[in-house]
T-cell receptor, first 110, second 112 residues
Framework: QKEVEQNSGPLSVPEGAIASLNCTYSDRGSQSFFWYRQYSGKSPELIMFIYSNGDKEDGRFTAQLNKASQYVSLLIRDSQPSDSATYLCAATTGGFKTIFGAGTRLFVKA | GAVVSQHPSWVICKSGTSVKIECRSLDFQATTMFWYRQFPKQSLMLMATSNEGSKATYEQGVEKDKFLINHASLTLSTLTVTSAHPEDSSFYIC?????????FGAGPRPSV
């Protein structure tokens, strides 16, 4: 069973701090990795994707991938209350099937 | 990014009736679309993969006759929840893939 694991949280950080969200995956054949943000009652929206080992930065967001450790993370700098949401990690296998984690709930306290 | 639209965004129906949900890729063609179900505070559960011009591939435990999927064109897939009952009340979300990235539509929430 190919899986994507996330800590369900909730993760609580003060406004302005760095929020660190982590994800591990079991399928070594996974090639693409995604982070989605989902507000309550809304559909997931894509934040970032990463294919290669290392860091990828986009504004306040940084995705990190370590294929040897089968580990993906998302850092949110200068966290804002509007960042409070559930963050879904996803991995696409070699067969192009996308597996989603259960999500981590993030609360940013003003 | 690509835009995926769902319609309707909210549905209330009587028990025993059918509900049809449309998923459209607005600015790209999607040979494959996905249908998910999500209960409150739970993760996405893949129900089926919708393939343009052919039968959908259902995940284990999903009733094909209950959840009818039709992918009639490269921009439209429909999910019909037949003979809906209160336990079918959920968040149904579709997605379509462009360049190996899944983009989600705004899911309607059938309430029976």
């Amino acid at each position: 069973q190919k899986e994507v694991e996330q800590n369900s949280g909730p993760l609580s950080v003060p406004e302005g701090a760095i929020a660190s969200l982590n994800c591990t995956y079991s399928d070594r054949g996974s090639q693409s990795f995604f982070w989605y943000r989902q507000y309550s009652g809304k559909s997931p929206e894509l934040i970032m994707f990463i294919y290669s080992n290392g860091d990828k930065e986009d504004g306040r967001f940084t995705a990190q991938l370590n294929k040897a450790s089968q580990y993906v993370s998302l850092l949110i700098r200068d966290s804002q209350p509007s960042d409070s949401a559930t963050y879904l990690c996803a991995a696409t296998t070699g067969g192009f099937k996308t597996i989603f984690g259960a999500g981590t709930r993030l609360f940013v306290k003003a | 990014g690509a835009v995926v639209s769902q319609h309707p965004s909210w549905v209330i129906c009587k028990s025993g009736t059918s509900v049809k949900i449309e998923c459209r890729s607005l600015d790209f063609q999607a040979t494959t679309m996905f249908w998910y179900r999500q209960f409150p505070k739970q993760s996405l559960m893949l129900m089926a993969t919708s393939n343009e011009g052919s039968k959908a591939t259902y995940e284990q435990g999903v009733e094909k006759d209950k959840f009818l999927i039709n992918h009639a064109s490269l921009t439209l897939s429909t999910l019909t929840v037949t003979s809906a009952h209160p336990e079918d009340s959920s968040f149904y979300i579709c997605s379509a893939t462009e360049v190996n990235i899944q983009y989600f539509g705004a899911g309607p929430r059938p309430s029976v």
